[in-house]
Nanobody
Framework: VQLQASGGGLVQAGDSLRLSCAIS????????MGWFRQAPGKEREFVAA????????YYADSVQGRFTISRDNVKIAVYLQMNNLKPEDTAAYYC???????????????WGQGTLVTVSS
């Protein structure tokens, strides 16, 4: 199983970015997917997760209303649309798949490599 994240970059506060994660080796059609992030000097934290049927999505309070998670079960991919970015959103963003998704608590089984998002003020 491979998860390949892309779409990070350097932006200014208020800008938008869309992260993508292409997945191969498994469909995860009946499993959750999500995104986490890790800022310099901090622990990795949950950002967003989405149910297999795309009906339910969950967000960290810090990104609620600004970020939107989506998935494509045909392409086997997960996306994170990030709007109104803030300097505190600066972090390496990691996509994740599989594992256990119980409401807003997500424990993934597979991780992608990070894609760096830097937001300048």
């Amino acid at each position: 199983v491979q998860l390949q994240a892309s779409g990070g970059g350097l932006v200014q506060a208020g800008d938008s970015l869309r992260l993508s994660c292409a997945i191969s080796g498994r469909t995860f059609a009946k499993e959750g997917m999500g995104w986490f992030r890790q800022a310099p000097g901090k622990e990795r934290e949950f950002v967003a997760a989405i149910s297999p049927d795309r009906v339910r999505s969950y967000y960290a309070d810090s990104v609620q209303g600004r970020f939107t998670i989506s998935r494509d079960n045909v392409k086997i991919a997960v996306y994170l649309q990030m709007n109104n970015l803030k300097p505190e959103d600066t972090a390496a963003y990691y996509c994740a798949a599989g594992g256990l998704l119980l409401g807003p608590t997500y424990t993934p089984a597979f991780w992608g490599q990070g894609t760096l998002v830097t937001v300048s003020s």
